[in-house]
């Protein structure tokens, strides 16, 4: 999780290299980049897939190559990273609801909604396991990491091309704003209210 954070941060700071470009230049070779979008990239997609922001809209673009779509079916099919994470708590016998793991409940999906189950099991990890709630602050480290790289793209394509249209053919800076507010585990973020009381 340390390597896939430090990888994250080198992200965020290819930004700063594209940044140092005026719209002019950047247009010089914007049209080489063809699918380089990740709006397109089925790579990326695959991250998020694996990261529970399972969108079929997503799934069923029809740029992919037959082996991409294949590939990408298959990580939408199988359990989130927040899955697997509710799955170990409940084999080290915490009372994970098994609805919360089928459904991957917390992960992204309504988190409006109250799991008070699964936010009371993350409380007591936190109160009484250091280990699983560091483990826990590395995945609160990896949704900020990528909110900061979402917004730090945000910023790069409002400098380089305005509000033209997305080079994947997204809305471009009006469909990123959209995205700025994903958390991969709202729940962490649910709980730290808890500890102010």
Request: with cysteine.
């Amino acid at each position: 999780m340390k390597r896939i954070l430090t990888i994250l941060k080198v992200l965020v700071h290819q930004t700063d290299i594209l940044e140092t470009m005026t719209p002019l230049e950047f247009l010089t070779f914007r049209d080489r980049l063809e699918s380089a979008s990740g709006f397109q990239s089925s790579q990326f997609r695959e991250i998020e897939f694996a990261l529970g922001q399972k969108n079929k809209k997503a799934l069923n673009r029809s740029d992919y190559l037959p082996e991409e779509k294949i590939k990408l079916q298959r990580r939408f099919e199988e359990p989130s990273l927040w899955q697997v994470f509710l799955r170990f708590l409940k084999i080290n016998n915490y009372p994970v609801p098994d609805k919360a793991i089928d459904s991957g409940e917390m992960s992204n999906s309504e988190p409006e909604k109250n799991f008070s189950d699964v936010e009371n099991v993350l409380i007591d990890v936190y109160k009484n396991n250091h280990n699983i709630a560091q483990f826990c602050e590395l995945l609160i480290d990896l949704d900020e990491g990528f909110q900061e790289w979402r917004y730090r793209h945000l910023k790069m394509v409002e400098r380089t091309i305005g509000t033209k249209q997305g080079t994947g053919g997204s809305d471009g800076v009006k469909y990123l704003l959209t995205t700025l507010s994903i958390k991969f585990f709202p729940a962490l973020w649910s709980i730290r209210k808890e500890f102010n009381k």
